[in-house]
C-alpha cells in the first residue's frame, strides 16, 4: 500500500523520529514532571511560566484528566517508567477525592487545596476524566479508577444532546446547529475507552461520531469542514455557520483516520467499502484545511477563519497556537503513512520545520503556547488553563509510533 | 480653578474640537446612518465590514440598546436631527417588539427578524436598553419608552447581587470576589436615567458604585485599578485577581469624575470633602493606568495586564482597541479640565495623536476596531458583536463638550 521509501527518505524518517523522541523524553516530559505536580494537595499545577515557575494554581480539570490520560498512556505504551506512573497518581487522587459534583459530573475548576470554583457546566471535563481514568486503570490496576472511568462515560452520553444543562445559553429551537467539538472528542473517547465498554456500544458512539464529521461537517463542495452546521449540513449565513478552525479540523480527521485504518482490510466486512471512502475523504480534506490555513505571508496555520473570508469574530483569529501544529504534525504523518502521497510528507515537514523554529524551547524545556501571527511569542508561558502536559507529549508520542509504521512498512516491503 | 490657557493651547483645543466635531458628524454618524438600520425588520445591523457590508445579520442586544441611546442623546444634547430620531426609534420599535423575554429581561442576540437566539443571560443588554429607552422618551416624548426603561432600571437593581442566576458558573462561596463592570456602568446608568428615578434612589445607588470602586478596586499602595477583588480590596493571587484593564479603569475612572464634579462645591454640602478627595484620587488613578497601560514599543494603550507582570491570561492581551482609546480620550480630558495639570493635556495628546494616525479610517468613515500591537488593522470590521454605534460617538461628543467647557473656563477667566 506504501509507496517504497527511498533510501534518503527512509534517513530523514528515522531522524525526525529521534527528534520526536529527544524533544519527548529530554524535554517535554522533564518540564512537566519536575514543574506541575502539586506536592503538597495532589492533582496538576497547570499556569506554568517560562521557566516553570507557577503564576496561578487554580487546578483545571481539563488538564487534571488530561495528564492523568498523558503520563498513563506513556506508560502502558512506550515504556514503563514508574515516575511516570506515579505522575498519574498524584492526578487521580486528587481527581477521586475533589473532582466532582454530588451528581457525579466533573467540575470545571478547583483551588488547590480542592475546593471548587466553576461549576460541572462543560462536559469535555469528563470526557478527559473518563479517558485519564480509563489508561489509569490499565496502567495501575485500579479498579475503582476503572469504575469511575465506565460510570462518566455512561453520563457522558446521558448528557450529550444537553451537555450545558442550566447552563445552555443558546436557544437551540430558533437556530438548530451541530457543533464539530463533541463528536471529535466521542472518536477519540471510543477508542481510549477501549475494553472498559461492550464493544457494539462503543462501535455504534464512533460510527454516529464518524458519520456526523464526514456527512456534515465536511462539505465537499465548498471544500471546508465547517466547525457548526445545521442538521442537515446547511451553513447558516453567519459568524459562527462560517467558522472554520483549522486545528480542530486537522485534530478529528486523524482520529477519525486512525479509527477507520483499523477496520479490516476484507471485502465481506460491512465497514470495508466505507473504510477506503472515508480515508480518500478524510486525507482531501486535510488539504483543503491546510491550503485555507496555512499563513502564506509569516508560516504557521491560523488559529480561526471565516470560510467566505468574512472578518472572522475571534480576535486571536491569526495567532500560531501550539496544539494546532501539534494536531496537524499528527494528521500529515499519518496521511502519509496511509497514502504515501508525497503532497502529505511536504505539507508534514513545513508544520515540522515551523515548529521546531518557532515554538520549541530548548532552553529551558517544552514548547511556547501562544505565536503572534509573525511568529514570536505573545507571552512566553509554557501552561495555562488550556494548555498543560497534553498536545504536545500526545503529538510527539503520536507521530513516534507512525514513524515506526512507516519504517516497518518500508523493511517490510524490502524483504 | 483652571490654570489659564495661553492663547497657543486655546488654539489648539479649538483645532482639534473642530476635528472631533468633523468626524463625528462627516464621518462617524453617515457610517452608521448608511450602513446599520435593518429597513425591512428595523434594529441595526452591528457587525459591518470596511466599507459598511453586512457580514452578519443578527442583532446583538447590547448595541441596539447602545443605538438608541447614542442617536437620541445627539438628538437631545447636539442637535435636533429628526435623521437622528428616525435612527433611534428603528432600534426602539424592534427592541419593544422582540427584544424581552417574558420576565422582561433582556435577551442577549436576536435574530434579523426578531426570534431569540441566546437567553437573557447578561444584565448589560439591561443597562443599554434602559439608558436607550430613556434617552429616547425623552428625545421623542416616548412614554412607554419611558416606562420600560423605569421598569428594567427596577429590574436591574432586582438582579444585581446575582445577575447571571441560573447560568451562573462561579463557585463565589469559595472565592467570593467583587467585579468592577457592573459599578462601572451602574454610574453611567444613575446619570443617564435621571429624572425618570427617585433622586434619593438614584443617588443611594451611585454613591454604593462610586464607593465600591474607590474603597475596593482602586488599590492606593499597589497605584492600581483591579478588575476583581475581595469584598475587603485584597486580591486573589490568581490570574482573575491580578487583572488590570486599562480601558475599564480609564472608562469608570471619567464616569465617577464626571458625576462628582456636579456635586455642589460648598462647604456646607456632606459631599463637599469627599468629591476634592474623589478627584485627586481619580485623576491619580488615571496616571498609574497610563503609566502601565502604555506601549512603550509600538505605542497606545494594551487591552489587557496582570497587575504582577505575569502572563496575562487573554490571547489579545496586548492588541489595541477603540474603544479602550476611545474612553482614555475622554478621561484625559476631563481630568485636564478638572485640574489643569499639564500632565494630563499632554496625555490626552498622546492618546489622540495615536488615534488618528492608527483608528481612524476617512477612506471609508469610522475607526478601525481592532489593531495589532504594533498598530495594524488585525481585521479592518467596522463593527461587530461588541462594537457598534457607541464608544467612538460617545467620545467625540463627550470630548467636544469637554473642550467647549475648558474654552468656556478660559474665556471666563480672561473675561
Known amino acids: 500500500m506504501q509507496d517504497p521509501l527511498d533510501r534518503t527518505l527512509r534517513a530523514e524518517v528515522t531522524r525526525r523520529k529521534e527528534r520526536y523522541r529527544r524533544c519527548l523524553e529530554e524535554s517535554v516530559l522533564p518540564f512537566w514532571l519536575r514543574h506541575s505536580v502539586d506536592r503538597e ?25 488530561r495528564g492523568v490520560w498523558m503520563l498513563s498512556k506513556l506508560y502502558t505504551s512506550y515504556r514503563t517508567e514508574p515516575a511516570w506512573r506515579d505522575y498519574a497518581r498524584a492526578g487521580v487522587e486528587f481527581m477521586k477525592a475533589h473532582g466532582r459534583n454530588p451528581d457525579g459530573d466533573w467540575y470545571f475548576a478547583l483551588d488547590r487545596t480542592g475546593r471548587p470554583l466553576v461549576e460541572a457546566y462543560n462536559i469535555f471535563s469528563d470526557c478527559f476524566a ?21 460510570s462518566t462515560y455512561r453520563r457522558i452520553q446521558e448528557r450529550k444532546t444537553n451537555p450545558k444543562g442550566r447552563f445552555t445559553k443558546q436557544i437551540a429551537a430558533n437556530r438548530p446547529i451541530k457543533a464539530m467539538a463533541f463528536p471529535m ?42 466547525e457548526r452546521v445545521y442538521a442537515d449540513g446547511g451553513h447558516p449565513d453567519c ?7 483549522p486545528g480542530h479540523a486537522l485534530e478529528v480527521l486523524w482520529f477519525i483516520l486512525r479509527a477507520v485504518e483499523s477496520w479490516p482490510v476484507d471485502a465481506h466486512d460491512s465497514r470495508y467499502a466505507d473504510r477506503g471512502a472515508i480515508i480518500d475523504l478524510g486525507t482531501e480534506a486535510m488539504l483543503w484545511t491546510a491550503e485555507k490555513g496555512w499563513d502564506t505571508a509569516f508560516g504557521g496555520l491560523f488559529y480561526y477563519l ?43 515537514r513545513r508544520i515540522d520545520d515551523y515548529v521546531w523554529a518557532r515554538f520549541d524551547d530548548p532552553a529551558d524545556g517544552e514548547w511556547f503556547g501562544y505565536l503572534h501571527r509573525a511568529g514570536d511569542p505573545s507571552t512566553t508561558q509554557k501552561g495555562g488553563k488550556w494548555k498543560g502536559c497534553f498536545h504536545i507529549p500526545r503529538a510527539l508520542l503520536t507521530c513516534i509510533r507512525f514513524f515506526e509504521e512507516i519504517e516497518a512498512a518500508h523493511d517490510g516491503g524490502r524483504a
Not at 517560562?50 to 480539570?61: E, P, S
Not at 479517558?131 to 472511568?149: K, L, W
Not at 472528542?185 to 464512533?206: F, H, S, T
Not at 459568524?239 to 478552525?245: A, I, K, P
Request: contains cysteine; proline residues 2%.
Open 306 to 348: 471565516d470560510a467566505d473570508g468574512r472578518p472572522p469574530e475571534k480576535l486571536e483569529w491569526d495567532m500560531k497556537l501550539w496544539w494546532v501544529h501539534a494536531e496537524a504534525l499528527c494528521a500529515f504523518l499519518l496521511a502519509y503513512k496511509l497514502t504515501g502521497r508525497a503532497v502529505f510528507w511536504e505539507w508534514f
Open 130 to 150: 473518563a479517558a485519564g481514568m480509563a489508561e489509569y486503570s490499565r496502567a495501575a490496576g485500579d479498579e475503582e479508577a476503572r469504575q469511575i472511568a465506565v
Open 239 to 245: 459568524m459562527e455557520g462560517r467558522l472554520l478552525t
Open 41 to 65: 494537595n495532589g492533582g496538576y499545577f497547570c499556569c506554568l511560566e517560562r521557566d516553570g515557575t507557577v503564576f496561578d494554581t487554580d487546578k483545571f480539570m481539563w488538564l487534571q484528566g
Open 185 to 226: 472528542i466521542q472518536v477519540w473517547l471510543a477508542r481510549e475507552m477501549g475494553d472498559l465498554v461492550e464493544p457494539g456500544v462503543r462501535e455504534a458512539y464512533l460510527r454516529e461520531a464518524i458519520d456526523q464529521v464526514t456527512k456534515l461537517h465536511i462539505d465537499r463542495g465548498r471544500k471546508a469542514v465547517y
